[in-house]
């Protein structure tokens, strides 16, 4: 008896250890593991107060679980409390979610409570909760005594001018918060502490008002890197306070200021500060009301800049004139590496003028033109330019109007460009011959790697050229089909194409027709295939047996090795 062992759990047959699952409730599981499991995440699992409340208790005894995801659980004010129970008694947990769970201030009262006694906490999401300044003030009474928490989330609160004065009041004393995400306000030039390094205040219905103690902190403050303030209220006026805090800024590397209230005068104190500050380099300024004057102060900056590297200019009413200005710009710019123009009104006329900036300029890698007026007349413009440039790696186009004819001049610069890597032609009119001309140039070019051409009009002929160029091209992995007209007979010559290509791993097929049938040649073909595996999301009027075959086959190669998915 001396030399017994007992059984290990490990050691029983499966499904004896199902059987002895399915009669244990969810909290004698969770009870079981609790000195063993290290992370959960039960976000979305309506689990409720109930829920919470049984995870507060084995939290009050837990001690190797370290991280707990609750999100999107509608625990309320009860569960909150329930698990402010648990944490003050905790010694292992440091990171805990409980985004958009309905917590109001009551519920933050509790959990700041149990802040107060927590030494061990260091991560908290509160995000969008109904938290509302009563109870940030709880939270900032807490944070004045807490030495080890290092990120707070509140954004999307509401939080409010009075909410922000709190917080601000609290971190003169706190010196361990070096994330605080919220959406706020106020924060004044004694509030930036030496640790603090990213703030993200984004939708939280921030004005000129709350831009203005902001930007004063900036003046002063040598250690913030990252500032979010995307999806407020700003205006002109606190764009020009922010601008101010630019020209005395050392710090700042990153702004982001999209979905505000913007305009050409405001986009003018932020191209000043420009002229002069030395540190931001990627500016968000997208869905704003800037315009073509706006967009001619931020290029005239663009001159004399040597730092920012990326632009944001999306939807932001530019036209052809502000494309201009902003492509005579890049004739002298050396530090601009990623412009963003999607979404605005740029045609014919602005696309010549950017495609003219590409011959001069040596920095730029990344250019999005997608949803704008593009016709094929500045596809010949851009592509002409691509035959020439030795530094651009992606290419934006989707949303316009390229057409076949387009497509055909950005075909023939593949045939010629050694850098392009990323190709956007997602919804551009094009049809089985533009497919054709593609087809060609992927037998020659062996540098593109991405190429999107969804929502458009290829048919089984053009993706007969498609699937055969796939068999000799060596470069590119991801060719997205997603919405086109595609059927059973392109599938069947896709499946030909892929069977013996090693590159392509990842192949989108969505929304298209190919049936069971074309399924079915699918899953014959990657059996041989050693880079292309394929995922449940065809929508294509797909048969649940023949989909349960593929799934099965997958099953079986995933075992083998993590296999890149088709989708």
């Not at 540098?447 to 796939?470: E, H, K, P, Y």
């Amino acid at each position: 008896m001396a030399n017994q062992t007992g059984t290990s759990f490990l050691t029983l047959p499966v499904e004896l250890i199902h059987g002895i699952l399915d009669h244990q409730t969810d909290y004698t599981i969770l009870c079981s593991m609790r000195n063993t499991l290290t992370t959960l995440d039960l976000r979305s699992n309506k689990i409720g107060h109930v829920g919470a409340q049984h995870l507060g208790y084995i939290l009050q005894h837990n001690t190797t679980l370290t991280t707990l995801y609750l999100g999107w659980n509608e625990i309320g004010d009860v569960g909150a409390e329930r698990l402010a129970r648990g944490l003050r008694h905790n010694t292992a947990l440091t990171t805990l979610g409980l985004e958009s769970n309905q917590i109001e201030h009551v519920g933050a009262q509790y959990l700041s409570d149990a802040l107060r006694h927590n030494t061990i906490l260091t991560s908290l999401e509160l995000g969008y909760n109904r938290i509302g300044h009563v109870g940030t003030q709880h939270f900032t009474d807490a944070l004045r005594y807490n030495t080890t928490l290092t990120s707070l989330s509140l954004e999307s609160n509401k939080i409010g001018d009075v909410g922000v004065q709190h917080l601000i009041d609290a971190l003169q004393h706190n010196t361990a918060i070096v994330i605080l995400s919220s959406s706020i306000p106020y924060i004044y030039h004694h509030f930036l502490i030496s640790s603090l390094t990213t703030l993200s205040f984004e939708s939280n219905q921030i004005g000129d008002v709350g831009a203005q103690p902001l930007a004063a902190a900036l003046r002063h403050n040598k250690i913030l890197t990252t500032l979010g303030l995307g999806w407020n209220e700003i205006g002109d006026v606190g764009a020009q306070q922010l601008a101010n805090a630019l020209r005395h800024n050392t710090a700042l590397t990153t702004l982001g200021l999209r979905c505000n209230k913007i305009g050409h005068v405001g986009a003018q104190y932020l191209g000043d500060a420009l002229r002069h500050n030395k540190t931001l380099t990627i500016l968000g300024l997208g869905y704003n009301q800037i315009g073509d004057v706006g967009t001619q102060n931020l290029a005239t900056a663009l001159r004399y800049n040597t730092a920012l590297a990326t632009l944001g200019l999306e939807s932001c009413l530019i036209g052809d004139l502000g494309a201009q200005h902003i492509a005579d710009s890049l004739r002298q710019n050396t530090s601009l590496t990623t412009l963003s123009f999607e979404s605005n009104e740029i045609g014919d006329v602005g696309a010549q003028h950017l495609a003219d900036a590409l011959r001069h300029n040596p920095t730029l890698t990344t250019l999005g033109l997608g949803s704008n007026q593009i016709r094929q007349t500045g596809a010949q413009h851009l592509s002409d330019a691509l035959r020439h440039n030795k530094t651009l790696t992606t290419l934006g186009l989707g949303y316009n109007e390229i057409g076949d004819v387009g497509v055909q001049q950005f075909a023939d610069a593949l045939q010629h460009n050694t850098t392009l890597t990323i190709l956007s032609l997602e919804s551009n009119k094009i049809g089985d011959v533009g497919a054709q001309y593609v087809a060609d140039a992927l037998q020659h070019n062996t540098v593109l790697t991405v190429l999107d051409l969804r929502s458009n009009q290829i048919g089984d002929v053009g993706v007969q050229q498609l699937a055969n160029a796939l068999r000799y091209n060596i470069g590119l992995t991801v060719l997205d089909l997603h919405g086109n007209r595609i059927g059973v007979f392109a599938a069947q010559h896709l499946a030909d194409g892929v069977r013996h290509n090693t590159t392509l791993t990842t192949l989108g097929l969505t929304y298209n027709k190919i049936e069971n049938v074309g399924v079915q040649h699918l899953a014959d073909r990657l059996r041989q295939n050693t880079t292309l595996a394929i995922r449940n999301r065809w929508r294509n009027q797909v048969g649940g047996d023949v989909m349960q075959e593929i799934k099965e086959f997958v099953n079986r190669i995933k075992e083998e090795e993590d296999w890149p998915l088709l989708y």
